[in-house]
């Protein structure tokens, strides 16, 4: 007889995950003060006929998954609940695109910091999926410093995939990359068949002026720029090149984490207005943020 099928209620990272420990493990985590805790921030946005709406925020457990399975035990860090709809809306329009608002985003994560200091953790670190979140972390990462003292950062993968030029500058979504990502874990979620090759006007590509990784940048939405929600070669993406990328990355972001140091050893200078992290000058700071709860 089969067993019926049950699904996981924790991730396979479980001592890691903070939703999964009790209170009295939160309590009596010894490395807490300078640990990093993993905030992953996707989004659910349309990804093109050939991928599901969910990539970013399935890239962020995907990746947080696999940097665990990395990390030497002895390596501390944690991950909490991840945020998973994002700030997408330069996809409006688009079917199967939830949007929060920057100041949502914002203050979705301000309440999760507050409460990860007030349980005594030190040290915040952000697995960002969508590129469209990435102006309201950086600036409310600052915030979040300045005002709880926690050290706050962005996790980063430093890998080549080899990608060409094109696809580097103008593959921005559900592209090369993303295709075989979910080719590799997910081929039942993925219609090649709808796949296609679209980039941004060439136009757009040509001097310091484009819509991303360049030195300027312009506002767009995917309506003005894509016809099929695709901008990049999403007919590269396959399994193979998946599953060696997945991997690499991996082993990246765990890399950046075991080499990561404790913030007292980063930070040796008190901050203007801030002293010391001393327990008091952390609460008397977070007072400052108490009232800013999500309606
Ligand atoms: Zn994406």
Redesign the pocket.
Known sequence: MTAPLMPAPFPSYRQRYLPGLTLNQIKALPDKAWAPVIVATG?I?Q?GPHLPVA??SLMGQVWSERIAAHLSPATPCYFAPPITIGKSNEHVGFPGTLIISKDTLRRQLIVIARQLHQWGFGQLSILN??GGNTDVLIYTLHEIEAELGLATGFLRADVDYGLPEKERSLGM??NTA?TAWLQAIAPQYVDMSLAVSEYPDPAAASGQLRPEAAPATFAWVTADVSRSGIMGDAPAGTAERGHHWLEITARSYAQKITASPPPAKRRSKPRPGLGRHDPWTRRRSAGSLRHEWIA
Do not use: I, K, L, S
């Open positions: 989004a946005e990804h990539v970013d999926t969508h979504h559900a993303e």
